[in-house]
């Protein structure tokens, strides 16, 4: 069913998984930095959902007796602003579903039925995604980012 060009298309899912869940782990801490904490806690549920994608992945290439890797397709890069980390966060997603739909077309034109169905599941979440980010730069171009920030921060934090 698995041919070498779906466990290379697997293979680096599997990269561009562990990349984006560790690029949502590095803008927690840097939104918690911000005093963002409720827009870090967000992150923090997107990286659980892109780890998520990639134990699902990994199990993929393990079902076809494949080792996986666990490399990142590129390293995380720090934002320097909101705009900045939506904006990126915005191209990666539409990267990975531009790159699993393709895995998904070629998935189905050699019968593996079950690679394909796992790349439009994600397909699906990643639209997802970019919809929300899509909607939080629109928001920051209407209020401003002063105003759009303001509902992110809890005020839980201590002042030290």
């Known amino acids: 069913m698995s041919d070498s060009e779906t466990m290379n298309y697997l293979q680096k899912a599997l990269h561009m998984e562990l990349t984006a869940a560790h690029q949502y782990q590095l803008h927690s801490h840097v939104l918690d930095d911000w ?7 967000q992150m923090r549920v997107e990286m659980q959902e892109e780890l998520g994608h990639s134990d699902l992945y990994i ?7 494949g080792k996986p890797d666990l490399d990142f397709y590129k390293k995380p890069v720090q934002a320097e602003s909101l705009v900045d980390m939506f904006k990126s966060d915005l191209a990666d997603e539409e990267e990975a579903i531009q790159f699993y739909t393709l895995a998904a077309q070629h998935a189905m034109k050699v019968g593996d039925i079950g690679s394909r169905t796992l790349f439009e599941q994600i397909v699906l979440d990643e639209e997802g995604h970019k919809s929300w980010l899509e909607l939080q730069l629109s928001l920051i171009e209407r209020l401003g980012e002063k105003s759009f920030s303001a509902k992110y921060v809890s005020g839980a934090a201590s002042a030290e």
């Open 35 to 41: 005093g963002l904490d409720k827009l870090a806690a």
């Open 59 to 65: 199990a993929r290439i393990m079902f076809f007796n």
